[in-house]
């Protein structure tokens, strides 16, 4: 056989056919009331931190995914951070995030005063396991007066982030229960995950909070932007109030109860976002055809397959992945240098929090199957319109 470089390319042609074109990695797609709406906050001059867009936005989305409230904020970032700050985290807390995830899940929680604390990844499936979890807290955790401790730092270990990878659903079910045995708060970022759903549920919807994320590159842009999603009507309220600068309504005096913050969305981007949200459906239809055939050309093949969602989960396919069934970073670069200088951009994942400067002295797990994962997984381009033909 040609190498496995190779072999990848030649299946991955199968999805992505002209060898002239350039294949971006996940592009968004302006096809609907975009303009429309934009076009009437410029024309109104409602284009900043109030305005009708923004209040539809968070009506569409909160309607959208099953929850009682979404608060629209201006990235994925603050949204999490927010959410952790709402739920009660305090300075020198820990939580614990998942290694394998983008820097910006541990970024928050060090915005928000924590510390990260690493934890591994399923050795199949790219989240969080919750028997390892639970392994890991029983050796290397305690419960004193109700509180979650580390019993090596000291440090109280307020609550667990579980992420739902590519935008397959994480078992937030099963690491509920870890949760509750430990006192662990909950925070889901569902960053990735719009539109995935377990059992029907969407995700980010059986918890307290969770944080989605409208960058360019999810599923659902608005230029920028995020929200935080809660079935708590009271949360919800003071999460609005906190990061609209604390201001008490009044009409003409500048009245602040608190050290808030300024996270709104403007209407601007709240105005994309609307269109954008019209469109899901069709984009989540086009991103599993994608899928579909990116599935059909790997079969079959011994050394690498494609990861599809786990049984009773629907998944967004936000990004497409190719696993590499011998985890090896040679092997790794090598497909990708093949890919890219194909013009399809591909990608790994991303380098594992632990390792980053930043995080190094992170308290964290022993970490195993993320390195393989790391060493093993590529992602291809996956925009919705190229299901298209
Ligand atoms: C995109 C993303 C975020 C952050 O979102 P921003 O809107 O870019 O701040 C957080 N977590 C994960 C897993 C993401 O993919």
Redesign the pocket.
């Known amino acids: 056989m040609a190498s496995l470089a190779a072999e990848v390319l030649r299946r991955v042609r199968k999805v992505l056919p002209d060898p002239q074109r350039f294949y971006a990695l996940h592009e968004p797609e302006f096809r609907g009331n975009e303009l429309e709406y934009v076009g009437e906050c410029i024309r109104t001059g409602w284009v900043s931190s109030a305005g009708r867009f923004v209040d539809r936005i968070e009506a569409q989305l909160a309607d959208y995914v099953g929850a009682r409230r979404a608060v629209a904020v201006v990235?994925?970032?603050?949204a999490?951070q927010i959410s952790l700050v709402a739920a009660g985290l305090r300075p020198g807390d820990e939580v614990l995030v998942p290694t394998l995830?983008?820097v910006?899940?541990a970024n928050a929680v060090c915005h928000a005063g924590g510390i990260p604390h690493f934890i591994d990844t399923a050795r199949n499936g790219l989240n969080a396991d919750a028997s390892s979890v639970a392994a890991y807290l029983e050796d290397s955790a305690q419960i004193a007066a109700g509180e979650c401790r580390n019993r090596r730092t000291g440090r109280r270990i307020f609550g667990i982030m579980p992420?739902h990878?590519l935008g397959h659903a994480c078992d937030v079910a099963g690491l509920a229960s870890v949760a509750k045995k430990y006192h662990l708060t909950i925070v889901e970022?569902v960053?990735?995950g719009l539109g995935t759903f377990v059992n029907g549920q969407h995700v980010g919807t059986c918890g307290r909070l969770a944080a989605l994320?409208?960058?360019g590159n999810?599923l659902v842009t608005t230029g920028?932007?995020?929200a935080v999603l809660t079935n708590d009507e009271k949360l919800a309220d003071g999460i609005k109030h906190l990061t609209t600068t604390a201001k008490l309504p009044h009409p003409w005096e500048y009245v602040h109860d608190r050290v808030g913050y300024n996270f709104r969305m403007p209407n601007l981007n709240a105005a994309l976002g609307c269109a954008q949200l019209e469109q899901l459906e069709s984009c989540l239809r086009k991103k599993r055809v994608l899928a579909e055939r990116y599935l059909e050309a790997f079969h079959g093949l011994p050394e690498a397959s494609v990861i599809a969602e786990a049984p009773g989960c629907t998944s967004n396919y936000w990004l497409n992945a190719i696993r590499l069934h011998e985890p090896n970073m040679a092997v790794r670069d090598e497909v990708l240098q093949l890919l890219n200088d194909q013009r399809i951009q591909s990608r790994p994942l991303w380098r594992l929090l632990h390792k980053l400067p930043m995080y190094g002295d992170a308290p964290r797990a022993d970490i195993k199957h993320a390195l393989a994962h790391e060493a093993s997984v590529i992602n291809v381009p996956s925009s919705a319109f190229l299901a298209e033909r």
């Open positions: 990235n994925g970032t603050t999490l995830t983008f910006a899940t992420v990878i970022d960053a990735e994320s409208f960058n999810k920028g932007g995020g």
